[in-house]
């Protein structure tokens, strides 16, 4: 029984590794972010704020960039960020009130590369969305940074409907 077990865990984990090698994968630098327009906290510190902030972006560029075919590569590098609202203090409290008037934006190049290492698509990249309230169906409604993961989806399914992956 220990055996068969043995090569039950060591065969799941072989086929594990082996999806994640062939996957589509990303990389994100964050260029100059103390100079990026909005990535204010409200009552949180501001290095666990960006930190956080800068690990959801990237765990949402992942979950997209999977959808791209075997073995590609997004190299993305974000260049400023201005999260949707803004912070507003009331007395002691500091809080990201959301308004119409304070869309979020992102600005970022990007390259994508094929399993040989040629540059298939490359792009300055300036997101805005001024309507990012009238969004009815908004898939990330209680997630942090909701409305900048609708943005990016809009514009990574535009960018890339030739490119993805039949899933």
């Given at each position: 029984?220990k055996?068969s077990?043995s090569?039950?865990?060591?065969t799941?984990?072989?086929v594990?590794?082996?999806?994640q090698?062939?996957?589509?994968?990303?990389?994100?630098?964050?260029?100059?972010?103390?100079?990026?327009?909005?990535i204010r906290s409200?009552?949180?510190?501001?290095?666990?704020?960006r930190?956080?902030t800068f690990?959801n972006?990237e765990?949402?560029?992942t979950?997209?960039?999977?959808?791209l075919?075997?073995q590609?590569?997004?190299k993305i590098?974000?260049?400023?960020?201005?999260?949707?609202g803004?912070i507003?203090?009331g007395?002691?409290?500091?809080l990201r009130v959301i308004?119409e008037?304070?869309s979020?934006?992102?600005?970022?190049?990007?390259?994508?590369?094929?399993a040989?290492?040629?540059?298939v698509?490359e792009?300055k990249?300036?997101?805005?969305d001024?309507?990012?309230m009238m969004?009815?169906n908004?898939?990330?409604?209680n997630?942090?940074?909701g409305?900048?993961?609708k943005m990016?989806?809009?514009?990574f399914f535009?960018?890339?409907?030739d490119n993805?992956?039949?899933?």
């Amino acid at each position: 029984m220990k055996i068969s077990i043995s090569v039950l865990i060591t065969t799941l984990l072989c086929v594990t590794c082996q999806s994640q090698a062939f996957a589509a994968s990303s990389e994100v630098t964050w260029t100059n972010p103390d100079k990026y327009r909005d990535i204010r906290s409200g009552n949180e510190t501001r290095k666990h704020f960006r930190e956080r902030t800068f690990k959801n972006f990237e765990k949402h560029f992942t979950k997209l960039a999977k959808r791209l075919p075997e073995q590609q590569k997004i190299k993305i590098d974000v260049t400023d960020v201005d999260l949707a609202g803004d912070i507003l203090a009331g007395g002691i409290e500091r809080l990201r009130v959301i308004k119409e008037i304070y869309s979020p934006r992102l600005m970022f190049s990007y390259q994508l590369i094929d399993a040989s290492g040629n540059l298939v698509k490359e792009e300055k990249v300036k997101l805005k969305d001024m309507s990012f309230m009238m969004h009815s169906n908004l898939k990330y409604r209680n997630d942090s940074l909701g409305y900048e993961k609708k943005m990016l989806d809009d514009w990574f399914f535009d960018t890339f409907k030739d490119n993805l992956a039949a899933k």
